[in-house]
C-alpha cells in the first residue's frame, strides 16, 4: 500500500514538473498584457516616473508620421503635454513571449490634444517588449495609420 502511495505521490509530482516550464509563459503573456496596460494609462494621465520604469534605456518609439523618439524623447513629450492622449483603447491585441522577448500587436484608437489641436487616431501598432531585471521593459514601438 505505502509503494502504491509513493508512486502516486511521483507521477503527481513529474506531471506538475511536465507542466511548470510552460506555465512560465502564461506569467509573462499575463506581465506583458499588464505592463501594456501600464503603459496606456500612463500615456492617458503622464507620470514620468512610470514612463522612465516602463521603457527601456534604449527605447526607439516610431510614431504613424515617421518620427522617431528615444526614451527621453517619448517621456518628455508626454510629460509636457505636446503629446496629449485624452483616450486610448486597444482592441485586436495579441502578445508572444520568445525567451526574455515579447512581441504585442494591436489597434490603438483613440482621441488627442496635441499642442492644444484635438484629433483621434486609428492606428496598428507593434510594440517589442524586453524582460530586463525580472520586469518587462518597451524596448521598441512602431505605429502605422490604419
Do not use: C
Not at 499575463?30 to 507620470?47: C, G, N
Not at 508572444?96 to 482621441?111: F, Y
Not at 525580472?134 to 514601438?141: H, I, N, S, V
Amino acid at each position: 500500500m505505502k509503494s502504491i502511495k509513493l508512486l502516486a505521490l511521483a507521477l503527481i509530482t513529474a506531471g506538475t514538473l511536465v507542466v511548470l516550464p510552460g506555465s512560465g509563459k502564461v506569467d509573462d503573456k499575463q506581465a506583458v498584457t499588464q505592463a501594456v496596460e501600464k503603459l496606456r494609462k500612463a500615456m492617458i494621465d503622464p507620470d514620468k516616473a512610470t514612463l522612465e520604469a516602463l521603457a527601456a534605456n534604449d527605447l526607439s518609439y516610431g510614431h504613424s508620421n515617421g518620427n522617431i523618439e528615444d526614451k527621453a524623447a517619448f517621456v518628455e513629450a508626454l510629460v509636457s503635454g505636446a503629446s496629449d492622449f485624452k483616450s486610448i483603447d486597444l482592441t485586436d491585441q495579441s502578445v508572444t513571449v520568445v525567451d526574455n522577448t515579447a512581441m504585442v500587436r494591436h489597434k490603438l484608437s483613440g482621441e488627442t490634444n496635441n499642442k492644444g489641436v484635438a484629433g483621434q487616431v486609428k492606428l496598428g501598432v507593434l510594440l517589442v517588449w524586453v524582460k530586463q531585471k525580472g520586469d518587462w521593459k518597451l524596448l521598441a514601438r512602431q505605429a502605422v495609420k490604419i
